[in-house]
């Protein structure tokens, strides 16, 4: 198996900060707070087309972890499609391996060591209890971010909870290649991901796997503070990673904004 490892910075995108929104657009990584707030708060329902337009309901195959936590959704052809290149020939590729390792990495750090609520199961969405994880080419345009963790369920519990409380879903790039590339400031193309290969998908996991963590407890309101928690675990849980430190020069340019 591939020792990989990931990071995903989150940005809050709120119609209630456009200005912030449209400030920190190009150094979105984290589409999160996009699917928050497409929650319409009045009627408690989830807005299903963001997630029809990923395609994730048609995936070509899917493998469970090893404690059945996790279920992982990815193609085996198309653009994307991870590289199924499979060195220990046990008919999964090297890179599901590593989404596998990462995710359950994620769960016992978060779960077992720092005592956070359990997003698993889910209620048997997506045909099972397991966590739903989906890989897809989210690196190039028109997305060009780390991955997104969005809402997958109606409130949990909407007549005892005072603030909704939900199930979701995980997407997560299919190769955090340096080849992938968005369009930056002033429509310039740049490379999407700081940090690549094994290294990205290590800390989109931990970072991805924490907002599925806040959305089992109360309010979602504070999108920028979700997205500062999870990046900060990032460099809590690998502390090598300094995949985090781009975002410092907005904090430091623009702190009226966090
Ligand atoms: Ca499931
Ligand atoms: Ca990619």
């Known amino acids: 198996m591939l020792t990989l490892r990931v990071l995903v910075f989150f940005l809050c995108i709120t119609s209630s900060n ?3 929104s449209q400030s920190l657009s190009f150094n979105s990584k984290c589409m999160t707070s996009k699917f928050l707030n497409s929650t319409d708060k009045k009627k408690n329902l989830i807005q299903a087309e963001d997630l029809s337009r990923f395609g994730l309901d048609k995936l070509q195959k899917k493998t469970f972890s090893a404690s059945n936590r996790f279920l992982v959704h990815y193609d085996t052809v198309g653009i994307n499609a991870p590289s199924q290149i499979d060195l220990n020939k046990n008919n999964i590729p090297d890179y599901i391996d590593s989404v596998l390792y990462y995710f359950e990495y994620a769960y016992q750090k978060e779960v077992v060591e720092m005592g956070y609520f359990s997003p698993i199961p889910d209620n048997g969405l997506s045909g099972s209890d397991a966590y ?3 890989i897809k080419d989210l690196g190039n345009e028109p997305y060009g971010f780390y991955g997104f963790t969005s809402p997958e369920s109606q409130p949990i519990n909407p007549k005892i909870d005072k603030h909704d409380r939900f199930y979701s879903l995980i997407a997560i790039d299919n190769d955090y290649s340096p080849k992938d ?5 002033n429509n310039i193309k740049r490379q999407t991901y700081n940090e690549t290969g094994i290294r990205a998908l290590r800390i989109t996991a931990v970072h991805e796997f924490h907002h599925a963590i806040q959305l089992m407890y ?3 309101d504070n999108v920028m503070m979700m997205e500062l928690t999870s990046t900060s675990l990032e460099n809590i849980i690998f502390p090598d990673s300094k995949d985090n430190l781009k975002n410092l020069n907005l904090l430091f340019r623009s702190p009226s904004l966090f």
């Open 218 to 220: 109360a309010s979602q």
């Open 18 to 20: 456009l200005a912030f």
């Open 181 to 185: 590339s968005t369009l930056g400031e």
């Open 132 to 134: 739903d994880v989906y």
